[in-house]
């Protein structure tokens, strides 16, 4: 089987651009057409933290209002926020790549000169871009329900643009390139759920991270987890002073580097394999 071996570098700026237009439009089209899969995947983004927003009211309630720092409508406008964070940094690709190794899917792909991250980021995007305008009006509704308190200043607000596109970044570069494991790693199930359940606790959506003991806040901080989700959330709630944002916004970059520097080599050496293995 030959095969080329796209990199990251391969398109101009101009081809990229023109190829993201064109792929945005026929995603589109694509998206639409499975409405009913579109409604499954908001369904499982919004029950998780609305779970978890009923559950922790509940304990504040209990408690007189507050617990763990929080009061029920920090609580209620936390959670809100960690649906919206998660539903415009997750992806699902991780787990796809068993099946498309498998079925040979980067057979034909690896014949063009566009490396398939681009389609991937496109389709991302396009799901984000359709979910939001369901998942906003489903914020808003839980907001007012649950007497949210945000908190949020001008400042915050503005702050956030730019850490939400680092935490996306950040997620979807170091998930794509864990995906890769499924070049040497024959079921690949067993770790996106490791991974999938280590990113519940560490990244802030099951309970903030200030309610953890501080080891796991420093293993959290550490490792990429924390800049996924639990810091947009902050920072738009106004938990993040200057200085924190500084860091946090430095080690996205710093975790966005590692991810693309590890994702040229796995996938240099995934591909090399891939066509061993099928030629």
């Known amino acids: 089987m030959a095969t080329s071996n ?10 990229l651009l023109g190829f993201f237009a064109a792929k945005f439009r026929t995603e589109i089209a694509v998206q639409f057409a499975y409405r009913g899969a579109i409604a499954i995947w908001l369904l499982a983004l919004v029950s998780f933290p609305v779970i978890s927003l009923v559950v922790w009211t509940t304990v504040a309630r209990s408690n007189g209002g507050s ?20 539903n415009m940094t997750f ?92 070049f040497w790693i024959t079921r690949t199930s067993t770790l996106s759920q490791l991974y999938g359940t280590m990113t519940a606790f560490l990244a802030g959506m099951i309970a903030p991270l200030s309610l953890f003991p501080e080891p796991v806040r420093i293993i959290a901080s550490i490792l990429p987890f924390r800049w996924m989700v639990s810091f947009p959330v902050e920072v738009l ?40 293995v099928g030629a």
Request: hydrophobic content about 55%; aromatic content about 12%; some cysteine.
């Open 6 to 15: 796209p990199t990251l570098d391969s398109p101009s700026p101009r081809a």
């Open 67 to 86: 617990a763990g720092g929080f009061t029920t409508g920090q609580y209620a406008a936390y959670f809100i926020a960690v649906m919206v964070v998660n």
């Open 91 to 182: 992806i699902w690709h991780m787990w796809q790549m068993e099946w498309r190794v498998k079925n040979g899917f980067f057979s034909p792909v690896l014949l063009r000169p566009m490396h398939p991250i681009h389609n991937d980021v496109v389709e991302n995007l396009t799901f984000k871009s359709l979910t939001f305008t369901a998942l906003l009006p489903i914020a808003i509704l839980l907001a007012v329900y649950f007497d949210a308190d945000f908190g949020t200043s001008a400042g915050d607000a503005v702050a956030f643009v730019p850490v939400l596109i680092g935490a996306m970044a950040v997620r979807f570069v170091c998930e794509w390139t864990l995906g890769l494991s499924a």
């Open 237 to 276: 709630l106004g938990r993040v002073d200057g200085e924190g944002l500084l860091i946090g916004l430095g080690m996205q970059v710093l975790w966005i580097a590692i991810a693309v520097l590890a994702l040229r080599v796995v996938w240099r050496r995934g591909v090399r394999r891939y066509s061993a």
